[in-house]
C-alpha cells in the first residue's frame, strides 16, 4: 500500500464550480499536510498547508484534514480557468521529507 | 529572483553516460531536499541534506546516484551510467532550519536515449 493514495483524474469542471480534491494516508505520523500545485513542465509550488486535524482557509481555497479517518481534502470555491493544473497533496512527519500523492489533474473551462 | 534555481533545465544523454545536475537553494536555508518524479506520478523523495551533512537516503538513491553539497550553499546530483528508467524531472528543493514549508525549484528534466 502506498503511503498516500490520491484520485489522478483528470477533473474538468466549469468555471465558477466548487471544486473537491480528496487524498488519504496511511501513517499515522504525519502532522503536516502540503497542498502543492504544479503547472504543466515547472516545479510545484505550495498552495497551503495545515497542522494536523482542522481546516484552514486561505481565500478561494480551503484545506481539511481529519486525522480519524485519514483523509485531506482541498475545496476550491469559485474555479478560474487559471486553477488549471496538478494539485498533489503532500503530507509529512515532522520535518521530514514529503510524501506526494500520484496528482489530480484539473482543467477549468471557460 | 531569489528562488530555487536548477541547471540545467534539460538534458538529453545516452545510456551509459554521467550526468550531474546542479541547485541552488534560497539564501540561507539549511535544508536542501532532491525528489524525482516521473510522468503522471507524484515527486518521490531522493535524498535530504542539513548543511553540508547527507541526513538520509531513499531506498530509490541506487548505488549509480551521488549526492553531495559542499560548505552546505549548492547541491549537485550525479547520475552514473544512466539507464533509460532514469529518465525523469528531478526537482530540488530547500527550505529554512526551523520551519516546514519546502520550496521548490523548476527542475532538471532527464532523458536518457
Known amino acids: 500500500q502506498k503511503e498516500v493514495e490520491q484520485d489522478p483524474g483528470p477533473l474538468s469542471v466549469p468555471e465558477g464550480a466548487i471544486v473537491s480534491l480528496n487524498c488519504t494516508y496511511s501513517?499515522?505520523?504525519?502532522?503536516?499536510f502540503m497542498w502543492y500545485r504544479q503547472y504543466s513542465r515547472k516545479g510545484p509550488e505550495l498552495l497551503m498547508y495545515t497542522y494536523s486535524s482542522g481546516n484552514k482557509e486561505d481565500g478561494r481555497f480551503t484545506a481539511q484534514v481529519d486525522k480519524s479517518s485519514k483523509y485531506i481534502s482541498l475545496f476550491i470555491r469559485d474555479s478560474q480557468p487559471s486553477d488549471s493544473a496538478t494539485y498533489l497533496c503532500a503530507p509529512r512527519a515532522g520535518a521530514n521529507n514529503l510524501f506526494f500523492g500520484t496528482g489530480t489533474r484539473l482543467t477549468v473551462i471557460p | 529572483d531569489t528562488g530555487v534555481s536548477q541547471n540545467p533545465r534539460h538534458k538529453i544523454t545516452k545510456r551509459g553516460q554521467n550526468v550531474t545536475f546542479r541547485c541552488d537553494p534560497i539564501s540561507e536555508h539549511n535544508r536542501l531536499y532532491w525528489y524525482r518524479q516521473t510522468l503522471g506520478q507524484g515527486p518521490e523523495f531522493l535524498t535530504y541534506f542539513q548543511n553540508e551533512a547527507q541526513l538520509e537516503k531513499s531506498r530509490l538513491l541506487s548505488d549509480r546516484f551521488s549526492a553531495e553539497r559542499p560548505k552546505g550553499s549548492f547541491s549537485t546530483l550525479e547520475i552514473q551510467r544512466t539507464e533509460q528508467g532514469d529518465s525523469a524531472m528531478y526537482l530540488c528543493?530547500?527550505?529554512?532550519?526551523?520551519?516546514?514549508?519546502?520550496?521548490f525549484g523548476p527542475g532538471t528534466r532527464l532523458l536518457v536515449l
Open positions: 528543493a530547500s527550505s529554512p532550519l526551523a520551519q516546514e514549508t519546502q520550496y
Open positions: 501513517n499515522s505520523a504525519f502532522q503536516y
